[in-house]
Protein backbone atom coordinates (compact mmCIF):
# COMPACT_ATOMS: atom_id res chain seq x y z
CA UNK A 1 0.00 0.00 0.00
CA UNK A 2 1.01 3.52 -0.49
CA UNK A 3 0.30 7.10 0.32
CA UNK A 4 0.01 9.82 -2.18
CA UNK A 5 -1.28 14.18 -1.27
CA UNK A 6 -3.43 13.82 -4.76
CA UNK A 7 -4.48 10.70 -6.61
CA UNK A 8 -6.11 11.64 -10.00
CA UNK A 9 -7.76 8.59 -11.77
CA UNK A 10 -7.94 8.62 -15.35
CA UNK A 11 -5.82 9.32 -18.31
CA UNK A 12 -7.99 11.99 -20.71
CA UNK A 13 -8.11 15.25 -21.39
CA UNK A 14 -9.62 15.91 -17.61
CA UNK A 15 -7.70 13.94 -15.81
CA UNK A 16 -4.73 15.21 -17.90
CA UNK A 17 -5.93 18.65 -17.02
CA UNK A 18 -6.75 18.04 -13.56
CA UNK A 19 -3.20 16.92 -12.27
CA UNK A 20 -1.43 19.42 -14.60
CA UNK A 21 -2.97 22.19 -12.34
CA UNK A 22 -3.06 21.04 -9.06
CA UNK A 23 0.68 19.86 -9.29
CA UNK A 24 1.63 23.61 -10.83
CA UNK A 25 -1.17 25.39 -7.96
CA UNK A 26 0.70 23.19 -5.26
CA UNK A 27 3.94 22.09 -6.33
CA UNK A 28 5.38 20.87 -3.50
CA UNK A 29 1.98 18.45 -3.07
CA UNK A 30 2.83 14.64 -4.57
CA UNK A 31 0.21 13.94 -7.70
CA UNK A 32 0.07 10.37 -8.80
CA UNK A 33 -2.40 9.95 -12.04
CA UNK A 34 -3.43 5.93 -12.84
CA UNK A 35 -5.17 5.32 -15.91
CA UNK A 36 -5.87 1.95 -17.78
CA UNK A 37 -4.66 2.64 -20.61
CA UNK A 38 -1.04 2.70 -21.68
CA UNK A 39 -1.66 5.15 -24.14
CA UNK A 40 -3.90 7.84 -24.47
CA UNK A 41 -5.83 8.96 -27.73
CA UNK A 42 -6.89 12.58 -28.04
CA UNK A 43 -10.05 12.80 -27.79
CA UNK A 44 -11.35 15.22 -30.37
CA UNK A 45 -8.71 13.65 -32.77
CA UNK A 46 -10.19 10.16 -32.90
CA UNK A 47 -12.73 10.37 -35.56
CA UNK A 48 -9.64 11.90 -38.06
CA UNK A 49 -7.91 8.31 -37.79
CA UNK A 50 -10.42 6.93 -39.86
CA UNK A 51 -9.31 9.55 -42.87
CA UNK A 52 -6.59 11.73 -41.99
CA UNK A 53 -4.41 10.34 -39.87
CA UNK A 54 -4.88 6.83 -41.13
CA UNK A 55 -3.00 5.50 -37.52
CA UNK A 56 -4.01 5.69 -34.15
CA UNK A 57 -0.55 6.26 -33.49
CA UNK A 58 -0.64 9.89 -34.24
CA UNK A 59 -2.99 10.83 -31.73
CA UNK A 60 -1.75 10.02 -28.94
CA UNK A 61 -1.33 12.46 -25.71
CA UNK A 62 2.39 12.85 -24.78
CA UNK A 63 3.26 11.76 -21.11
CA UNK A 64 5.92 14.16 -21.21
CA UNK A 65 2.73 17.17 -20.80
CA UNK A 66 2.65 15.45 -17.05
CA UNK A 67 6.04 13.81 -16.23
CA UNK A 68 7.61 17.21 -16.87
CA UNK A 69 5.43 18.39 -14.29
CA UNK A 70 6.53 15.82 -11.80
CA UNK A 71 3.19 14.33 -11.75
CA UNK A 72 3.60 9.81 -11.24
CA UNK A 73 1.85 8.21 -13.98
CA UNK A 74 0.95 4.56 -13.12
CA UNK A 75 -1.08 1.95 -15.20
CA UNK A 76 -3.51 0.39 -13.72
CA UNK A 77 -7.35 0.21 -13.40
CA UNK A 78 -9.69 1.32 -10.95
CA UNK A 79 -11.88 -1.37 -9.00
CA UNK A 80 -13.16 0.01 -5.62
CA UNK A 81 -13.34 3.56 -3.72
CA UNK A 82 -12.98 3.09 0.20
CA UNK A 83 -14.76 6.75 0.74
CA UNK A 84 -14.73 6.25 4.60
CA UNK A 85 -10.99 4.84 4.57
CA UNK A 86 -9.46 7.39 1.93
CA UNK A 87 -8.08 4.95 -0.30
CA UNK A 88 -8.67 3.31 -4.20
CA UNK A 89 -8.75 -0.13 -4.60
CA UNK A 90 -7.05 -1.63 -7.72
CA UNK A 91 -6.68 -4.70 -10.30
CA UNK A 92 -3.40 -5.00 -9.70
CA UNK A 93 -4.21 -5.78 -5.99
CA UNK A 94 -2.64 -2.44 -5.17
CA UNK A 95 -4.11 0.12 -2.94
CA UNK A 96 -3.26 3.67 -2.89
CA UNK A 97 -4.26 5.93 0.22
CA UNK A 98 -4.95 9.53 -0.50
CA UNK A 99 -5.44 13.00 0.84
CA UNK A 100 -7.49 14.24 -2.21
CA UNK A 101 -9.12 11.73 -4.91
CA UNK A 102 -9.74 13.38 -8.52
CA UNK A 103 -11.75 11.30 -10.44
CA UNK A 104 -11.54 11.68 -14.17
CA UNK A 105 -13.58 8.64 -15.29
CA UNK A 106 -14.62 9.52 -18.58
CA UNK A 107 -17.30 8.30 -20.30
CA UNK A 108 -18.29 4.96 -22.68
CA UNK A 109 -20.40 5.42 -25.72
CA UNK A 110 -23.73 4.10 -25.89
CA UNK A 111 -25.23 0.50 -27.45
CA UNK A 112 -28.92 1.09 -27.31
CA UNK A 113 -30.58 -2.57 -25.90
CA UNK A 114 -33.60 -1.53 -27.83
CA UNK A 115 -31.82 -1.94 -31.38
CA UNK A 116 -31.73 -5.99 -32.64
CA UNK A 117 -28.83 -6.88 -33.82
CA UNK A 118 -26.43 -4.32 -32.60
CA UNK A 119 -23.82 -7.15 -31.17
CA UNK A 120 -23.83 -8.91 -34.35
CA UNK A 121 -20.09 -8.81 -35.90
CA UNK A 122 -18.58 -5.41 -37.20
CA UNK A 123 -20.97 -3.43 -35.49
CA UNK A 124 -18.99 -0.60 -33.98
CA UNK A 125 -18.76 2.17 -31.48
CA UNK A 126 -16.44 4.80 -31.09
CA UNK A 127 -14.42 4.75 -27.58
CA UNK A 128 -11.77 6.38 -26.74
CA UNK A 129 -9.35 3.10 -26.44
CA UNK A 130 -6.74 2.67 -28.71
CA UNK A 131 -6.63 -1.16 -29.06
CA UNK A 132 -10.45 -0.97 -29.93
CA UNK A 133 -10.14 1.54 -32.37
CA UNK A 134 -6.97 -0.32 -34.04
CA UNK A 135 -8.67 -3.30 -34.20
CA UNK A 136 -11.66 -1.87 -36.02
CA UNK A 137 -9.32 0.01 -38.54
CA UNK A 138 -8.38 -4.09 -39.12
CA UNK A 139 -11.45 -5.41 -39.52
CA UNK A 140 -13.05 -2.86 -41.41
CA UNK A 141 -9.85 -2.49 -44.01
CA UNK A 142 -11.78 -4.98 -46.68
CA UNK A 143 -15.22 -3.36 -46.11
CA UNK A 144 -17.08 -1.33 -48.39
CA UNK A 145 -20.49 -0.18 -47.66
CA UNK A 146 -20.44 2.11 -43.98
CA UNK A 147 -23.76 3.34 -42.39
CA UNK A 148 -23.07 5.55 -39.36
CA UNK A 149 -26.25 6.31 -37.07
CA UNK A 150 -25.96 9.09 -35.29
CA UNK A 151 -25.18 12.84 -36.94
CA UNK A 152 -23.78 14.41 -34.18
CA UNK A 153 -20.31 16.03 -34.12
CA UNK A 154 -18.45 12.58 -34.06
CA UNK A 155 -20.93 10.78 -36.32
CA UNK A 156 -20.39 13.48 -39.02
CA UNK A 157 -16.91 13.51 -38.91
CA UNK A 158 -16.05 9.66 -38.91
CA UNK A 159 -18.54 9.46 -42.04
CA UNK A 160 -16.76 12.83 -43.84
CA UNK A 161 -13.11 10.88 -42.85
CA UNK A 162 -14.31 7.16 -43.78
CA UNK A 163 -16.07 8.98 -47.31
CA UNK A 164 -12.31 10.16 -47.95
CA UNK A 165 -10.83 6.55 -47.60
CA UNK A 166 -13.30 5.96 -50.35
CA UNK A 167 -15.75 3.91 -48.27
CA UNK A 168 -19.32 4.04 -49.37
CA UNK A 169 -21.18 5.86 -46.23
CA UNK A 170 -24.48 6.75 -45.21
CA UNK A 171 -24.89 8.68 -42.62
CA UNK A 172 -28.44 8.37 -41.16
CA UNK A 173 -30.03 10.81 -38.75
CA UNK A 174 -33.40 10.48 -36.45
CA UNK A 175 -33.79 14.52 -36.49
CA UNK A 176 -34.70 16.50 -39.01
CA UNK A 177 -31.54 17.88 -39.71
CA UNK A 178 -27.83 17.25 -38.72
CA UNK A 179 -26.09 18.39 -36.00
CA UNK A 180 -29.70 19.15 -34.08
CA UNK A 181 -28.44 19.87 -30.59
CA UNK A 182 -25.81 22.53 -31.44
CA UNK A 183 -27.25 23.96 -34.54
CA UNK A 184 -30.81 25.38 -35.59
CA UNK A 185 -31.81 23.97 -38.61
CA UNK A 186 -30.28 26.58 -41.16
CA UNK A 187 -27.06 25.44 -40.23
CA UNK A 188 -27.29 21.92 -40.33
CA UNK A 189 -28.80 22.19 -43.67
CA UNK A 190 -25.64 23.93 -44.67
CA UNK A 191 -23.57 21.19 -43.23
CA UNK A 192 -25.78 18.34 -44.93
CA UNK A 193 -24.97 20.28 -48.00
CA UNK A 194 -21.37 19.79 -47.68
CA UNK A 195 -21.20 16.13 -46.40
CA UNK A 196 -23.53 15.46 -49.55
CA UNK A 197 -21.19 17.29 -52.34
CA UNK A 198 -18.35 15.38 -50.81
CA UNK A 199 -19.75 12.02 -51.12
CA UNK A 200 -21.38 11.12 -48.37
CA UNK A 201 -25.11 10.04 -48.32
CA UNK A 202 -27.24 11.54 -45.51
CA UNK A 203 -30.66 10.75 -44.61
CA UNK A 204 -32.21 12.40 -41.75
CA UNK A 205 -35.97 12.26 -40.24
CA UNK A 206 -35.38 8.15 -40.44
CA UNK A 207 -34.51 6.04 -37.59
CA UNK A 208 -33.18 2.41 -37.42
CA UNK A 209 -34.93 -0.33 -36.41
CA UNK A 210 -33.16 -3.25 -36.70
CA UNK A 211 -29.67 -4.41 -37.86
CA UNK A 212 -29.74 -7.88 -39.68
CA UNK A 213 -27.26 -9.81 -40.19
CA UNK A 214 -25.57 -13.10 -41.91
CA UNK A 215 -23.69 -15.82 -40.64
CA UNK A 216 -23.29 -13.57 -37.62
CA UNK A 217 -22.28 -10.39 -39.51
CA UNK A 218 -23.65 -7.18 -40.38
CA UNK A 219 -24.87 -7.38 -43.97
CA UNK A 220 -28.21 -4.53 -43.88
CA UNK A 221 -30.69 -2.08 -41.30
CA UNK A 222 -33.93 -1.70 -41.39
CA UNK A 223 -35.37 1.83 -41.38
CA UNK A 224 -38.03 2.92 -38.95
CA UNK A 225 -39.82 3.41 -42.61
CA UNK A 226 -38.78 -0.09 -43.29
CA UNK A 227 -36.39 0.59 -45.82
CA UNK A 228 -33.73 -1.88 -46.00
CA UNK A 229 -30.25 -0.25 -46.58
CA UNK A 230 -27.02 -2.11 -48.01
CA UNK A 231 -24.65 -2.12 -45.27
CA UNK A 232 -20.89 -4.38 -44.04
CA UNK A 233 -20.68 -2.70 -40.92
CA UNK A 234 -22.43 0.18 -38.85
CA UNK A 235 -21.13 2.72 -36.94
CA UNK A 236 -23.21 3.42 -33.74
CA UNK A 237 -22.78 7.27 -32.58
CA UNK A 238 -25.74 7.27 -30.94
CA UNK A 239 -24.08 9.58 -27.87
CA UNK A 240 -22.20 8.42 -24.31
CA UNK A 241 -22.94 7.42 -21.20
CA UNK A 242 -21.00 8.72 -17.75
CA UNK A 243 -18.77 5.96 -16.80
CA UNK A 244 -19.79 6.06 -13.10
CA UNK A 245 -20.40 2.81 -11.60
CA UNK A 246 -17.36 2.31 -9.42
CA UNK A 247 -18.67 5.44 -8.04
CA UNK A 248 -22.27 4.51 -7.76
CA UNK A 249 -20.24 1.16 -6.28
CA UNK A 250 -18.59 3.58 -3.65
CA UNK A 251 -21.49 5.38 -2.35
CA UNK A 252 -21.39 8.50 -4.13
CA UNK A 253 -23.88 10.27 -5.09
CA UNK A 254 -25.54 10.49 -8.95
CA UNK A 255 -27.92 12.27 -10.44
CA UNK A 256 -30.65 11.26 -12.85
CA UNK A 257 -28.37 10.70 -15.63
CA UNK A 258 -26.21 8.63 -14.07
CA UNK A 259 -23.79 11.69 -13.53
CA UNK A 260 -21.80 12.26 -10.06
CA UNK A 261 -22.78 15.24 -8.11
CA UNK A 262 -20.85 18.03 -7.46
CA UNK A 263 -20.51 21.68 -6.69
CA UNK A 264 -19.17 24.24 -8.38
CA UNK A 265 -15.94 24.01 -7.21
CA UNK A 266 -16.38 20.08 -8.18
CA UNK A 267 -16.35 18.64 -5.02
CA UNK A 268 -18.75 15.84 -4.78
CA UNK A 269 -21.50 16.53 -3.17
CA UNK A 270 -22.69 17.01 -0.36
CA UNK A 271 -19.62 19.43 -0.54
CA UNK A 272 -17.39 16.48 0.08
CA UNK A 273 -13.89 18.24 0.92
CA UNK A 274 -11.81 15.42 -0.13
CA UNK A 275 -13.25 14.04 -3.83
CA UNK A 276 -13.92 16.14 -6.36
CA UNK A 277 -15.26 14.92 -10.12
CA UNK A 278 -13.81 16.38 -13.48
CA UNK A 279 -15.27 15.95 -17.43
CA UNK A 280 -17.58 13.50 -18.94
CA UNK A 281 -18.51 11.31 -15.68
CA UNK A 282 -19.27 14.87 -13.46
CA UNK A 283 -22.72 16.46 -13.18
CA UNK A 284 -22.84 19.35 -15.97
CA UNK A 285 -25.50 22.61 -15.54
CA UNK A 286 -26.02 24.69 -18.83
CA UNK A 287 -24.79 27.98 -18.27
CA UNK A 288 -28.19 29.81 -19.60
CA UNK A 289 -30.83 27.43 -18.35
CA UNK A 290 -28.80 26.37 -15.14
CA UNK A 291 -30.91 23.27 -15.71
CA UNK A 292 -28.28 19.79 -15.50
CA UNK A 293 -27.09 18.85 -18.71
CA UNK A 294 -25.26 16.14 -20.49
CA UNK A 295 -23.04 17.97 -22.81
CA UNK A 296 -19.25 16.07 -22.88
CA UNK A 297 -16.34 18.01 -24.52
CA UNK A 298 -12.94 18.05 -23.80
CA UNK A 299 -12.76 21.85 -23.91
CA UNK A 300 -15.18 21.76 -20.71
CA UNK A 301 -13.48 19.58 -18.91
CA UNK A 302 -10.41 20.98 -18.79
CA UNK A 303 -12.01 23.85 -17.35
CA UNK A 304 -13.48 22.00 -14.91
CA UNK A 305 -10.32 20.07 -14.70
CA UNK A 306 -8.52 23.55 -13.89
CA UNK A 307 -11.61 24.84 -11.61
CA UNK A 308 -10.75 21.79 -9.46
CA UNK A 309 -6.94 21.95 -9.06
CA UNK A 310 -7.07 25.11 -8.29
CA UNK A 311 -9.66 24.99 -5.52
CA UNK A 312 -8.41 21.24 -3.84
CA UNK A 313 -6.60 22.48 -1.24
CA UNK A 314 -8.20 25.97 -1.12
CA UNK A 315 -11.39 27.91 -1.74
CA UNK A 316 -11.25 30.79 -3.96
CA UNK A 317 -15.00 32.29 -4.32
CA UNK A 318 -13.34 33.85 -7.79
CA UNK A 319 -12.92 30.64 -9.17
CA UNK A 320 -15.93 28.51 -9.56
CA UNK A 321 -17.23 26.34 -12.63
CA UNK A 322 -20.62 28.54 -13.30
CA UNK A 323 -21.73 26.01 -16.19
CA UNK A 324 -21.24 24.68 -19.37
CA UNK A 325 -21.13 26.98 -22.32
CA UNK A 326 -21.32 24.07 -24.91
CA UNK A 327 -18.93 25.65 -27.46
CA UNK A 328 -18.60 23.49 -30.70
CA UNK A 329 -16.60 23.56 -33.76
CA UNK A 330 -16.40 21.49 -36.72
CA UNK A 331 -15.12 21.16 -40.26
CA UNK A 332 -16.23 19.73 -43.49
CA UNK A 333 -13.69 20.12 -45.72
CA UNK A 334 -13.00 23.98 -45.95
CA UNK A 335 -15.88 24.76 -44.20
CA UNK A 336 -16.20 24.92 -40.93
CA UNK A 337 -18.95 25.47 -38.16
CA UNK A 338 -18.87 26.68 -34.68
CA UNK A 339 -21.26 27.20 -32.00
CA UNK A 340 -21.52 28.76 -28.09
CA UNK A 341 -24.54 28.86 -25.74
CA UNK A 342 -27.79 27.77 -26.45
CA UNK A 343 -29.67 27.85 -30.06
CA UNK A 344 -33.19 29.87 -31.04
CA UNK A 345 -34.64 26.68 -30.91
CA UNK A 346 -33.43 25.91 -27.34
CA UNK A 347 -34.07 29.24 -26.00
CA UNK A 348 -37.70 29.09 -27.40
CA UNK A 349 -38.08 25.87 -26.06
CA UNK A 350 -37.27 26.97 -22.65
CA UNK A 351 -39.17 29.97 -22.62
CA UNK A 352 -36.10 32.60 -23.55
CA UNK A 353 -37.84 35.63 -24.96
CA UNK A 354 -35.19 36.29 -28.20
CA UNK A 355 -34.59 38.31 -30.55
CA UNK A 356 -32.00 36.88 -33.50
CA UNK A 357 -29.65 38.48 -36.11
CA UNK A 358 -27.69 37.18 -39.10
CA UNK A 359 -25.36 39.00 -41.43
CA UNK A 360 -23.14 36.90 -44.16
CA UNK A 361 -20.27 38.59 -44.97
CA UNK A 362 -16.04 37.48 -46.14
CA UNK A 363 -13.67 36.45 -43.38
CA UNK A 364 -11.28 38.23 -45.59
CA UNK A 365 -11.18 41.85 -47.13
CA UNK A 366 -10.98 42.39 -50.39
CA UNK A 367 -13.13 39.28 -50.09
CA UNK A 368 -12.06 37.42 -53.34
CA UNK A 369 -8.32 36.46 -52.33
CA UNK A 370 -7.65 32.60 -52.75
CA UNK A 371 -8.51 31.64 -49.24
CA UNK A 372 -11.72 33.93 -48.87
CA UNK A 373 -14.60 32.10 -47.53
CA UNK A 374 -18.16 32.95 -46.84
CA UNK A 375 -18.78 33.91 -43.01
CA UNK A 376 -21.81 33.73 -41.46
CA UNK A 377 -22.66 34.78 -37.67
CA UNK A 378 -26.06 34.30 -36.10
CA UNK A 379 -26.53 35.99 -32.56
CA UNK A 380 -29.37 34.65 -29.77
CA UNK A 381 -29.72 37.80 -27.53
CA UNK A 382 -32.29 37.78 -24.78
CA UNK A 383 -35.01 40.44 -25.95
CA UNK A 384 -35.50 42.01 -22.54
CA UNK A 385 -31.61 43.12 -21.58
CA UNK A 386 -29.83 42.05 -24.82
CA UNK A 387 -27.63 39.56 -23.19
CA UNK A 388 -26.18 37.65 -25.71
CA UNK A 389 -27.34 34.14 -24.59
CA UNK A 390 -25.64 31.95 -28.25
CA UNK A 391 -24.19 32.49 -31.33
CA UNK A 392 -23.96 30.07 -34.66
CA UNK A 393 -20.78 30.60 -36.55
CA UNK A 394 -20.72 29.34 -40.82
CA UNK A 395 -17.18 30.05 -42.61
CA UNK A 396 -13.74 29.23 -43.37
CA UNK A 397 -10.44 28.38 -40.86
CA UNK A 398 -11.22 31.49 -38.53
CA UNK A 399 -14.72 30.10 -37.50
CA UNK A 400 -13.61 27.84 -34.79
CA UNK A 401 -11.44 30.82 -32.91
CA UNK A 402 -14.46 32.89 -33.83
CA UNK A 403 -16.32 30.82 -31.89
CA UNK A 404 -14.28 30.85 -28.70
CA UNK A 405 -14.27 34.75 -29.02
CA UNK A 406 -18.21 34.28 -28.90
CA UNK A 407 -18.15 32.37 -25.95
CA UNK A 408 -15.99 34.39 -23.98
CA UNK A 409 -18.96 36.88 -24.70
CA UNK A 410 -21.24 34.95 -23.34
CA UNK A 411 -19.39 34.01 -20.02
CA UNK A 412 -19.08 37.48 -19.40
CA UNK A 413 -22.79 38.23 -20.07
CA UNK A 414 -21.84 40.82 -22.39
CA UNK A 415 -24.53 42.33 -23.91
CA UNK A 416 -25.46 43.18 -27.86
CA UNK A 417 -25.01 46.78 -27.19
CA UNK A 418 -21.71 46.45 -25.02
CA UNK A 419 -20.80 44.44 -28.68
CA UNK A 420 -21.12 47.44 -30.69
CA UNK A 421 -19.04 49.54 -29.16
CA UNK A 422 -16.06 47.08 -28.30
CA UNK A 423 -12.82 47.60 -30.50
CA UNK A 424 -12.10 44.87 -32.67
CA UNK A 425 -8.69 43.98 -34.57
CA UNK A 426 -8.34 43.53 -38.22
CA UNK A 427 -6.26 42.54 -41.06
CA UNK A 428 -6.90 42.22 -44.56
CA UNK A 429 -6.03 38.34 -44.78
CA UNK A 430 -6.94 37.23 -41.53
CA UNK A 431 -10.36 39.07 -41.03
CA UNK A 432 -13.24 40.39 -42.47
CA UNK A 433 -13.74 44.06 -43.12
CA UNK A 434 -14.09 46.74 -40.15
CA UNK A 435 -17.03 48.26 -41.73
CA UNK A 436 -18.14 44.48 -42.22
CA UNK A 437 -17.04 42.57 -39.95
CA UNK A 438 -19.72 40.14 -39.58
CA UNK A 439 -20.18 39.61 -35.94
CA UNK A 440 -20.47 43.20 -35.27
CA UNK A 441 -22.82 43.31 -38.45
CA UNK A 442 -25.09 40.83 -36.63
CA UNK A 443 -25.38 42.75 -33.66
CA UNK A 444 -26.62 45.89 -35.87
CA UNK A 445 -29.28 43.65 -36.97
CA UNK A 446 -30.00 42.73 -33.64
CA UNK A 447 -30.06 46.11 -32.26
CA UNK A 448 -32.32 47.67 -35.03
CA UNK A 449 -35.17 44.67 -34.00
CA UNK A 450 -35.13 45.75 -30.43
CA UNK A 451 -35.80 49.44 -30.99
Known amino acids: MRITDVLVIGGGASGLQAAITTKTTYPEKEVVLVRKE ?12 FGTLSDSSKDILPDKLLTSVGVEIVVDELTDIKVEDHKCVFASGETITYAKLILAIGSIPTKPSWLKGADLQNVYTIPKNKEYLDEMLLQMADLKEILVIGAGFIGVEVSDELNKKGYKVTLLEIEKAILNRAFDDEFGKIAEDHLIERGVKVITGKGA ?44 PLNEYGFIRICEYMRVLPCTQDIVAVGDCSEKRDFITRKVDRTMLASTACAEARTAGMNLFSLS ?33 EDFAVVCGSFTGMDTHPGNLAHSHKQTVKLIVASDC ?13 AGELT ?34 PLIKAAEVVVKKLR
Open 209 to 252: SEIKGKEGKVNSVVLSTGETIKADAVILSMGYAPNTEVAKKAGL
Open 386 to 398: GMILGAEVYGGAS
Open 317 to 349: PCKPFTGTIAIYATAIGEHAFGTAGITEAKAKQ
Open 404 to 437: NAIGFLIQNRVTVKQLLTMQIGTQPLLTGSPAGY
Open 38 to 49: AQVLIPCGIPYI
